[in-house]
């Protein structure tokens, strides 16, 4: 990862976190006393109406939870010449924990957390604020957005109602709760630093990031906990900071709750995240291309290329397009343009304002799904191995070095096909039966869900160039 100043992302890997506000009770409408408005304040009126974080803290603490994992490591198998010359020095299995915060969001037991926070884990405990502990189940984990959601067999538990983090300022006040150090019911507070933040962290093929930006102390075990406003609402899901040393050094990231209350509602219906796509390669506008294109201002999202059978070719959307708004909110970053996609599911229609040869057009797009139509994403369309062998799509580097914008690569092989014509780790593929290929998904589709396989053209990991072809 490159390294900005000697500073490294570190995100809360080993910390199991969600952090919840409790049932805001019955006050006023705000639940906060005003002072009157004034033209003018003095020093001393500032220092005697500072802003009350009390009634935020005291709603919030009772919701956010102590998440621990358990993850069996090293469960390798004997090597007898290893053993012949020095013994048994295997692997022994080994029992890793990890720890970090969650946040319920319902009274029956649904609670939020990082995808990162419980991945691989072998078994995950949820400790309430009451110090009761509850065994919890993965209903569902989506590593493009870093949020996982978690059941517990209990009721009546204190949660925290969802806020709206599209109306966050710059310069408002959040408080993080979580279990830093697995210090529980920790209480921090800060102000939004900045909005729509992309740092490269999240996996998956269709990764979405436009953190928020705070300065509210985070440090490990503070993973998956919740980021509130002044009254007690939920705006975001704490997940990262920046730091030279893994310590907090100034500045901590929260995923938006839009984003969150999305991915949630979506794991609760269908088990799956139901992720609408445009169909494009994009980029944010730079200078050099606002010059090339005669843009009044370096805003927007390039189209650098545009999928086959995807939503935005099927609407007449170009490579060289600049997209300024998306259902009439503008999109003047890659990440603006991720977090109103993303709010969307396949089949829903969008208007798509872009600027071409110095005109500002408008188009109705059909959204589609990973794998081409509008239907209902399911656990088959989500699976990423095709004839035994585990496919991810190639990264920005690795099809900038290949001078393509498709492919998949091969990164475990078990047995089937694939394993079969000597196919191994590391091969490149760019195309199954004639049909270029950018995931697994367009792989089983292009095989008639794994029943044809007449040709396969990639790079071997030694960069030759090796074509596969099958008898009909």
């Keep these: 990862m490159t390294a900005f100043l000697g500073a490294a992302i570190a995100l809360f890997t080993y910390t199991k976190i969600v952090n919840r506000p409790s049932v805001i009770s019955e006050r006023d409408s705000s639940g906060i006393t005003t002072a009157a408005a004034q033209p003018y304040l003095t020093s001393m009126e500032m220092q005697e109406s500072p802003v009350d974080f009390t009634y935020a803290a005291e709603q919030t603490v009772h919701a956010v939870v102590h998440v621990h994992t358990k993850t069996v490591m090293g469960n390798q198998p004997d090597n007898p010449i290893m053993q012949f010359f020095y013994g048994d020095r295997q692997n022994k299995p080994r029992v890793a924990n990890g720890y970090g915060s ?79 150090f697995n210090l529980t019911s920790t209480v921090t507070a800060g102000i939004v630093s900045a909005l ?24 490990v075990g503070n993973s998956g906990g919740a980021l509130v406003d002044t009254k007690g609402l939920l705006v975001g899901i704490t997940s990262a900071i920046l730091s030279p040393n893994g310590a907090y050094a100034g500045n901590s990231f929260a995923i938006p709750v839009s984003i969150v209350k999305k991915v949630v509602d979506d794991l609760m219906k269908y088990g799956h995240v139901q992720r609408a796509l445009l169909g494009v390669n994009i980029k944010n506008v730079d200078q050099q291309d606002a010059d090339k294109l005669d843009l009044k201002s370096i805003n927007g999202v390039l189209i650098t290329g545009v999928t086959d059978d995807g939503a935005a070719k099927a609407a007449g959307l170009k490579e060289n397009d600049v997209i300024v708004k998306f259902n009439g909110t503008p999109t003047n970053t890659v990440a603006d343009l991720q977090v109103q996609v993303g709010k969307c599911r396949p089949g829903d229609k969008a208007d798509v304002t872009y600027m071409r040869s110095g005109k500002e057009n408008t188009v109705q797009v059909t959204l589609k799904n990973q794998a081409g139509t509008t239907g209902i994403v399911t656990a088959a ?92």
Excluded: C
Aim: avoid cysteine; glycine fraction near 10%.
């Design 102 to 180: 969650g946040v319920i969001i319902t009274s029956d037991g649904y609670i939020v957390t990082n995808n990162h926070v419980i991945e691989d884990a072998e078994s995950v405990d949820v400790t309430l604020n009451d110090k009761r502990v509850f065994t919890a189940k993965v209903v569902g984990r989506d590593p493009d957005s870093d949020i996982a959601l978690l059941k517990i067999d209990a009721k009546n538990l204190p949660y925290i109602k969802f806020g709206n983090s599209d109306n966050l300022k710059i310069g408002q006040w959040v408080l993080a709760v979580g279990n830093p």
């Design 381 to 472: 369309m989500t699976d990423n191995t095709v004839f035994g062998a585990t496919l991810v799509p190639l990264s920005p580097d690795e099809m900038e070095s290949m001078n393509v914008d498709y492919g998949v690569k091969v990164t475990d092989m078990k047995d089937g096909k694939f394993k079969a014509i000597g196919m191994s780790p590391g091969y490149i593929i760019l195309s199954v039966n004639g049909k270029k290929v950018k995931n697994a998904a367009d792989v089983r589709k292009y095989t008639d869900n794994e029943k044809t396989l007449k040709s396969i053209g990639g790079v071997q990991p030694d960069g030759s160039i090796l074509n596969y072809q099958f008898g009909n």
């Design 196 to 219: 729509g933040r992309s740092l490269g962290l999240n996996e998956g093929t269709y990764h979405i990031e436009s953190f928020i930006q705070t300065d509210a102390a985070l440090n």
